[in-house]
């Protein structure tokens, strides 16, 4: 299934690409490697999912805020690349959970980013990975997530 269609089958669209909130560029390209900035779960215009896990924000929609920030972050690099059938495949993500004071389950939020990337493209979104609990984050979003891709 191309990516299109199987981010159609899960009832999701690429939003229009987010703009930088700071002096970075929300991507660069090496080669064929697209770096994206860490992109926040922002819902048209707004921070969807703010505060700690699990405190504020339980583990279930945090994994949802990382499924949307992964969304945002896609959105860059098929922009950057001319669209989601011009990504090769998904290889490093890292993402960053706003944590309470002893949560160690970064992993099962990751994986509503990880979930994703490999629903929208199969085994070629399937990817190294790194969840890290950190103890803010801009704006106090409730994650962070940062994307490689390799472009065609």
């Known amino acids: 299934m191309k990516p299109e269609d199987a981010l159609r089958t899960l009832g ?28 926040l779960p922002f ?19 945090g994994a949802t805020a990382a499924r949307q920030a992964a ?21 490093r993500l890292g993402v960053f959970v706003n944590s309470s004071a002893g949560f160690v389950e970064q992993p099962k939020v990751a994986n509503g980013a990880s979930d994703f990337l490999a629903a929208v493209f199969g085994e070629a979104g399937k990817h190294a990975r790194v969840a890290v609990g950190v103890s803010e984050l801009p704006l106090n979003a409730a994650v962070e997530v940062e994307l490689l891709v390799e472009a065609l």
């Not at 229009?16 to 660069?28: F, W």
């Not at 969304?71 to 290889?91: F, K, S, T």
């Open 12 to 39: 999701l669209a690429l939003p229009d690409p987010p703009k930088p909130v700071g002096a970075y560029l929300p991507c660069v390209r090496a080669g064929n490697l697209v770096f994206v900035s860490g992109q």
């Open 43 to 61: 819902r048209d215009g707004r921070l969807a999912f703010a505060g700690k896990i699990p405190a504020d924000v339980s583990v279930a929609d």
């Open 71 to 91: 969304l945002n972050a896609l959105a860059i690099a098929a922009h950057a690349v001319g669209g989601m059938a011009n990504i090769a495949r998904v290889v």
